[in-house]
Structures are given as structure tokens and as C-alpha cells.
């Protein structure tokens, strides 16, 4: 079982201190982490650090992995993309740096089961340049499941879906976690989708960990209104769901 | 049964897939015809005038033909008409990493200046002969032109390096470089003696005449060496044509890959243009061409690319010969002309984006 824990991780770009001590506790594979926060407060760095693209004080603990280079997939947030690949390649091309120069019979197996398990099967010869931007998001997922990792690592994977597709995509992903056993750390915008969906909720504020626990622990008027500076209460509604309501901006 | 059900709905892409790559190595392998076909025919054309079949028998059994013709085909038509075929395919892979590294369509060692810096050192020889390189004896030029092309390349590198650098930055900075370095080769000819002026804007248009053994070793060389570590990286380099934050995802180190892959294209566009000159729109035109053709995976647009640029330059060393009657063109000119319509009919003819 994969644990990931951080301690004191910090980032900086240039003189701006964009990620302060932030001391994950141990997430566990199998579960779905939710990390919220307002414009600018650090997710994206903390996903990068996580990812080790960008160097920073502070340390990220692994535990239990099977390869330590390939156990985690991160999915930036999409700058689109306008190469002349099919989505078939371009998730090849994921595949590829991670398994070796020569094209093997698996890799095409393991590309095609990824866009199966994304049910995006019947895009494969599409041209990347040529799909919506929701489409692409989904490329991106595809991207990172066909590297086989145990750590997920999604930067607002739902941004550009509509509805349908947003409910349909963090189904997906949830099931990875608690049926395929992956952790899953996920940025996202919307607080109804982390409310729904996700088993821990990290929030960041000003490039600190504010709060982490469960959605029904973190979720509180307090924290949401000294981090998103917004009026909000979560309440069950007449089926007894917990639902986020917003009152107003403060 | 939900196995079997999986491997029949996914069977699909692996097909598509696999299909498509037996169309590009159908595309390459008519590329490979094509440049051979031109380079037999840029061989059997010439002042002197010898038909295909004596061309081709010379070729075949050197030992059989007369003298003359075999001085004529081997020692005088066969390195600039080689010289051509690696000139087109060092340009063309040049141009094709040039887009690649810097994300933008419109790269190329003519429009970041590369050309234009080797045109201006090689004005500095011929005008007053100075040496950027001291010894360099009859490659005076040459030398010159290289020693320009390469702090060009450099000087776009050390600007990329800057923080906050971006893609059209660099490509601003080039063209910039370009009027520089025109203004630099006014002022030169300005100030040179009369013939000086007409070697420099003789060298300026590009000519494979010039080729000799030697320089074509050297620029097979430089072929032979980058081709292989370019072929080696191909899903990194590929992957780069994402976008930088996903190429960093995968792990790759986008900003080290940068820096390699544009000292090894600065050497493929430095050398050709220092041996041959300016040679305008290979290096734009040839990996367009192929992108159309093969996609962007760089196991398809490398050689395709390379093959493209050489088949564009043999066709374009014919057209230098049979032209004009009587006169042999500078390669660059016609380059140009027939480079440029084309690329603008490709563009305009093809629904699809091509970047």
C-alpha cells in the first residue's frame, strides 16, 4: 500500500514565497484527496513539487512503490496543445518515456486499454489540434493512466467539462482509487465535486495547508470564509446529502 | 466475455494506429525513390551535355566509360550533386528541431538569423579579409561564416535562458538578428572594392558549385552524427510538441533537451551555409512539407524531413542548370522561387491545420 506524506515543503519563485511548510499527513492508496484553495494559493506549485519538477525545501515521502520513477503520473493544467498527433500517438508518446525507446506490441495494449478504460476509444485516430478542450482534459487523463503509476496527481482535470462529463470524470476517478487501488490527489475548483466525491480534503491558503481531513470536517463556514472569502454552509438537503450552500461573497 | 468484449472495442486504435505507420513508411520509402531518381538526374545534367544512359552506365561501370566523361560525372558533377542532397537534408532537420525546440512554425536558420550571421562573417572575409579563426587558410570563409552562424545560435540560446523568456521572445530576437545582420552586410559591401562586393553577393545566393569532397565529408558528417542522437530522442523531442508543462510531466528535462538539440542544429545549419551559402527556405519549407505528410512523430518526421529537404534541393540543382541555357543559377535563387509557392500552395490546399 502506497502511503504519500510530505514535511515542510516549500517553493519559491524568485524572491516570492509561493509554498510555505506544508506537512501532508499520510494519504493512503485507495483514497481520493481533494486539494481546494482560491486563485494563487498554491496547488498547482504543491503538485509540481509533489511531481519533482520543481526543486524546494522540504521533503516528499514515498512509501511501498513498485518503481520509484514511474509511481507517479502528474497531469498539468492543459496549455492546448495544437501538435499534429492522433490521440492514439499522443498517448504513446506518454507511454515512451517511461518504458523504453523500442515500440513493443504492449505498449499499443497498454494505449488501448487506457482510452477503453476513458471510454474515448472510438477518438483514437482523432488529431489532437482538432478536439474541444474538454476532450483534450481527457487525452491528458489518458496520458497518465497508460504509465501504470500508483500515485495520480490531477490539476484541475475537470475544468473545461461540461456538466455530464465533470460527474462522469471524477466517477472515473474514483473508481481508479478505490477500486484499482491508486491514490489519487486531485486539484479542483468546484467544492460540490470535492464535497461529493472525495474520501480527504486538503485546503491551501497563501501557500500554507490550511486545514486537511474529511470533507464534513474541513468543509466548515469558518475555514471556507477565512480561505475563499466566501459566506457557505453545508447542509443535508431533502435526501439527506450534504450539499454546499453559498450565501454570498464576503 | 467482458475480456473478449474489452479486446474487441479497443482493437480498434491499436489498427488505426499500425495502419497509419505502414503509410509512412510507404511515405518514406517513396521519399528515398524520388531522391534517388533526382539525384541521377541532377548528375546527367550539366553544360556538357550527356544523355541518362551514359550518365547511368558511367555510374554503374566507371572502369568502362572514357575518360572525360568520368572526370565529368565522378570528380565534378557527383560532389555538388551529393553536396545538394546532404545541404537539403542537414537544413531540413535543422529547421524541423528548430520548430520543435522553439514551439514555433515559423523557425528555421534563414528566419533566426543563423544564415544571416554566416552571410555577414563571410562578407568579412571577402571584403577585407579578416579571420575570425586564425589559420584557416583557404576555409577563410568558411571558417568566417561558421565562427557568426554558431554566436548566433548561441546568442538565441543565452536569450532563451533569461527568465520569463518566451517562444516568440526568441523569434522576435531572430528577427531582429536577421535586419542586424543585413545592415552589418550593407555597410561591409559599402565599403568593399568592387569585386569584393560581387564575391559577396555571388556567395550570398548560395551555390553547390563550390562543394568539394572534403567539405561534402565534413557536412555528411555532421549529418552522420546529429541524425542518430536526434533518432535516439525521438519520444522526448516528440513529446515536447505538447507543450513544455507536459513535456516536463513525463519527466523529461525540457530545458537541458533545449539546450543539446540547439547546439547540434546550430552545427547543421552553420556548416552547410558555410560551405555553400545562403540557402533560403530548405529548412522552413522541407519539415512543413514532411509534417503534412508523416504527422510529427520524430520516427517519421526525421527522415522524412531530411529526405524532403533533399529532394527538394537535386530538384532544385536541375532547375539551377536547365533554366537558363548556357548558365548555371546560384542554387539559393531558385531555392526561393520554387520553395515558396509551394509551401504557400500546401498551405492554402490543405484543410487541416498543419501546426
Same mark, same amino acid.
Given at each position: 500500500?502506497?502511503?504519500?506524506?510530505?514535511?515542510?515543503?516549500?517553493?519559491?519563485?524568485?524572491?516570492?514565497?509561493?509554498?510555505?511548510?506544508?506537512?501532508?499527513?499520510?494519504?493512503?492508496?485507495?483514497?481520493?484527496?481533494?486539494?481546494?484553495?482560491?486563485?494563487?494559493?498554491?496547488?498547482?506549485?504543491?503538485?509540481?513539487?509533489?511531481?519533482?519538477?520543481?526543486?524546494?525545501?522540504?521533503?516528499?515521502?514515498?512509501? &511501498?512503490?513498485? &518503481?520509484?520513477?514511474?509511481?507517479?503520473?502528474?497531469?498539468?493544467?492543459?496549455?492546448?496543445?495544437?501538435?499534429?498527433?492522433?490521440?492514439?500517438?499522443?498517448?504513446?508518446?506518454?507511454?515512451?518515456?517511461?518504458?523504453?525507446?523500442?515500440?513493443?506490441?504492449?505498449?499499443?495494449?497498454?494505449?488501448?486499454?487506457?482510452?477503453?478504460?476513458?471510454?474515448?476509444?472510438?477518438?483514437?485516430?482523432?488529431?489532437?489540434?482538432?478536439?474541444?478542450?474538454?476532450?483534450?482534459?481527457?487525452?491528458?487523463?489518458?496520458?497518465?493512466?497508460?504509465?501504470?503509476?500508483?500515485?495520480?496527481?490531477? &490539476?484541475?482535470?475537470?475544468?473545461?467539462?461540461?456538466?455530464?462529463?465533470?460527474?462522469?470524470?471524477?466517477?472515473?476517478?474514483?473508481?481508479?482509487?478505490?477500486?484499482?487501488?491508486?491514490?489519487?490527489?486531485?486539484?479542483?475548483?468546484?467544492?460540490?465535486?470535492?464535497?461529493?466525491?472525495?474520501?480527504?480534503?486538503?485546503?491551501?491558503?497563501?501557500?500554507?495547508?490550511?486545514?486537511?481531513?474529511?470533507?464534513? &470536517?474541513?468543509?466548515?463556514?469558518?475555514?471556507?470564509?477565512?480561505?475563499?472569502?466566501?459566506?457557505?454552509?453545508?447542509?443535508?438537503?431533502?435526501?439527506?446529502?450534504?450539499?454546499?450552500?453559498?450565501?454570498?461573497?464576503? | 466475455?467482458?475480456?473478449?468484449?474489452?479486446?474487441?472495442?479497443?482493437?480498434?486504435? *491499436?489498427?488505426?494506429?499500425?495502419?497509419?505507420?505502414?503509410?509512412?513508411?510507404?511515405?518514406?520509402?517513396?521519399?528515398?525513390?524520388?531522391?534517388?531518381?533526382?539525384?541521377?538526374?541532377?548528375?546527367?545534367?550539366?553544360?556538357?551535355?550527356?544523355?541518362?544512359?551514359?550518365?547511368?552506365?558511367?555510374?554503374?561501370?566507371?572502369?568502362?566509360?572514357?575518360?572525360?566523361? *568520368?572526370?565529368?560525372?565522378?570528380?565534378?558533377?557527383?560532389?555538388?550533386?551529393?553536396?545538394?542532397?546532404?545541404?537539403?537534408?542537414?537544413?531540413?532537420?535543422? !529547421?524541423?528541431?528548430?520548430?520543435?525546440?522553439?514551439?514555433?512554425?515559423?523557425?528555421?536558420?534563414?528566419?533566426?538569423?543563423?544564415?544571416? !550571421?554566416?552571410? $555577414? !562573417?563571410?562578407?568579412?572575409?571577402?571584403?577585407?579579409?579578416?579571420?575570425?579563426?586564425?589559420?584557416?587558410?583557404?576555409?577563410?570563409?568558411?571558417?568566417?561564416?561558421?565562427?557568426?552562424?554558431?554566436?548566433?545560435? $548561441?546568442?538565441?540560446?543565452?536569450?532563451?535562458? #533569461?527568465? @520569463?523568456?518566451?517562444?516568440?521572445?526568441?523569434?522576435?530576437?531572430?528577427?531582429?538578428?536577421? $535586419?542586424?545582420?543585413?545592415?552589418?552586410?550593407?555597410?561591409?559591401?559599402?565599403?568593399?572594392?568592387?569585386?569584393?562586393?560581387?564575391?559577396?553577393?555571388?556567395?550570398?545566393?548560395?551555390?553547390?558549385?563550390?562543394?568539394?569532397?572534403?567539405?561534402?565529408?565534413?557536412?555528411?558528417?555532421?549529418?552522420?552524427?546529429?541524425?542518430?542522437?536526434?533518432? *535516439? #530522442? *525521438?519520444?522526448?523531442?516528440?513529446?515536447?510538441?505538447?507543450?513544455?508543462?507536459?513535456?516536463?510531466?513525463?519527466?523529461?528535462?525540457?530545458?537541458?533537451?533545449?539546450?543539446?538539440?540547439?547546439?547540434?542544429?546550430?552545427?547543421?545549419?552553420?556548416?552547410?551555409?558555410?560551405?555553400?551559402?545562403?540557402?533560403?527556405?530548405? !529548412?522552413?519549407? @522541407?519539415?512543413?512539407?514532411?509534417?503534412?505528410?508523416?504527422?510529427?512523430?520524430?520516427?517519421?518526421?526525421?527522415?522524412?524531413?531530411?529526405?524532403? @529537404?533533399?529532394?527538394?534541393?537535386?530538384?532544385?540543382?536541375?532547375?539551377?542548370?536547365?533554366?537558363?541555357?548556357?548558365?548555371?543559377?546560384?542554387?539559393?535563387?531558385?531555392?526561393?522561387?520554387?520553395?515558396?509557392?509551394? $509551401?504557400?500552395?500546401?498551405?492554402? #490546399?490543405?484543410?487541416?491545420?498543419?501546426?
Amino acid at each position: 500500500m502506497v502511503v504519500l506524506s510530505t514535511h515542510r515543503l516549500g517553493a519559491r519563485f524568485g524572491s516570492r514565497q509561493v509554498l510555505r511548510d506544508v506537512t501532508l499527513p499520510p494519504c493512503h492508496s485507495g483514497e481520493v484527496v481533494a486539494v481546494i484553495g482560491p486563485n494563487a494559493a498554491g496547488k498547482s506549485t504543491l503538485f509540481r513539487r509533489l511531481a519533482a519538477i520543481l526543486p524546494g525545501p522540504g521533503e516528499c515521502r514515498l512509501e &511501498d512503490v513498485r &518503481d520509484a520513477d514511474r509511481a507517479i503520473a502528474y497531469m498539468p493544467q492543459d496549455p492546448t496543445a495544437s501538435a499534429v498527433l492522433t490521440v492514439f500517438e499522443s498517448v504513446l508518446l506518454a507511454r515512451k518515456q517511461v518504458s523504453g525507446w523500442r515500440l513493443e506490441r504492449s505498449d499499443l495494449m497498454a494505449v488501448d486499454q487506457a482510452l477503453a478504460a476513458l471510454d474515448m476509444g472510438d477518438l483514437a485516430s482523432e488529431i489532437l489540434s482538432e478536439l474541444s478542450g474538454g476532450q483534450r482534459q481527457l487525452v491528458g487523463l489518458a496520458q497518465c493512466l497508460v504509465r501504470e503509476p500508483q500515485v495520480l496527481l490531477l &490539476d484541475e482535470p475537470t475544468s473545461a467539462l461540461d456538466m455530464h462529463r465533470q460527474l462522469e470524470a471524477m466517477r472515473q476517478v474514483r473508481s481508479l482509487a478505490h477500486d484499482d487501488g491508486m491514490l489519487v490527489l486531485i486539484a479542483l475548483h468546484h467544492l460540490d465535486l470535492a464535497l461529493k466525491f472525495a474520501d480527504k480534503v486538503a485546503i491551501l491558503h497563501d501557500g500554507t495547508l490550511h486545514d486537511f481531513g474529511t470533507a464534513a &470536517d474541513v468543509l466548515t463556514p469558518e475555514n471556507l470564509a477565512a480561505t475563499f472569502r466566501i459566506r457557505a454552509r453545508v447542509e443535508p438537503c431533502s435526501q439527506g446529502k450534504p450539499h454546499l450552500i453559498v450565501d454570498d461573497a464576503i | 466475455m467482458t475480456d473478449l468484449h474489452t479486446e474487441a472495442l479497443t482493437l480498434a486504435g *491499436r489498427d488505426a494506429y499500425q495502419a497509419l505507420s505502414v503509410r509512412r513508411w510507404i511515405v518514406l520509402l517513396v521519399l528515398v525513390v524520388g531522391v534517388c531518381v533526382a539525384l541521377v538526374g541532377d548528375l546527367s545534367t550539366g553544360p556538357a551535355s550527356y544523355g541518362l544512359r551514359d550518365v547511368v552506365r558511367t555510374l554503374a561501370l566507371p572502369a568502362e566509360a572514357d575518360a572525360q566523361m *568520368r572526370v565529368i560525372v565522378w570528380s565534378i558533377r557527383m560532389p555538388s550533386a551529393l553536396m545538394g542532397v546532404v545541404v537539403g537534408m542537414a537544413l531540413a532537420i535543422g !529547421g524541423a528541431q528548430m520548430q520543435t525546440i522553439l514551439n514555433n512554425p515559423l523557425a528555421s536558420p534563414f528566419t533566426l538569423g543563423i544564415s544571416a !550571421g554566416a552571410s $555577414f !562573417g563571410a562578407a568579412l572575409a571577402l571584403a577585407f579579409g579578416v579571420a575570425l579563426i586564425p589559420m584557416a587558410g583557404d576555409y577563410i570563409v568558411a571558417a568566417n561564416a561558421f565562427v557568426v552562424a554558431m554566436a548566433t545560435a $548561441f546568442l538565441i540560446h543565452l536569450a532563451s535562458l #533569461r527568465r @520569463g523568456a518566451s517562444i516568440q521572445m526568441i523569434v522576435l530576437l531572430g528577427i531582429a538578428l536577421v $535586419f542586424s545582420f543585413n545592415t552589418a552586410l550593407a555597410i561591409t559591401q559599402y565599403f568593399a572594392a568592387e569585386q569584393a562586393v560581387a564575391a559577396i553577393v555571388f556567395w550570398t545566393m548560395g551555390s553547390l558549385t563550390k562543394a568539394t569532397w572534403p567539405k561534402l565529408a565534413i557536412t555528411a558528417l555532421v549529418v552522420a552524427v546529429t541524425l542518430p542522437v536526434f533518432l *535516439r #530522442r *525521438r519520444w522526448q523531442l516528440t513529446a515536447l510538441r505538447l507543450g513544455e508543462a507536459r513535456a516536463a510531466s513525463f519527466g523529461i528535462p525540457v530545458r537541458r533537451l533545449r539546450l543539446e538539440t540547439l547546439i547540434l542544429v546550430s552545427l547543421l545549419s552553420a556548416i552547410p551555409v558555410a560551405f555553400v551559402g545562403t540557402i533560403g527556405f530548405i !529548412g522552413l519549407v @522541407g519539415p512543413h512539407i514532411a509534417r503534412m505528410m508523416v504527422g510529427e512523430d520524430q520516427r517519421f518526421l526525421l527522415p522524412a524531413s531530411a529526405l524532403t @529537404g533533399a529532394l527538394i534541393m537535386s530538384l532544385s540543382s536541375i532547375l539551377t542548370k536547365i533554366a537558363v541555357p548556357g548558365a548555371v543559377l546560384p542554387i539559393g535563387i531558385v531555392t526561393s522561387a520554387i520553395g515558396l509557392p509551394v $509551401f504557400l500552395y500546401l498551405i492554402l #490546399r490543405s484543410g487541416r491545420d498543419i501546426w
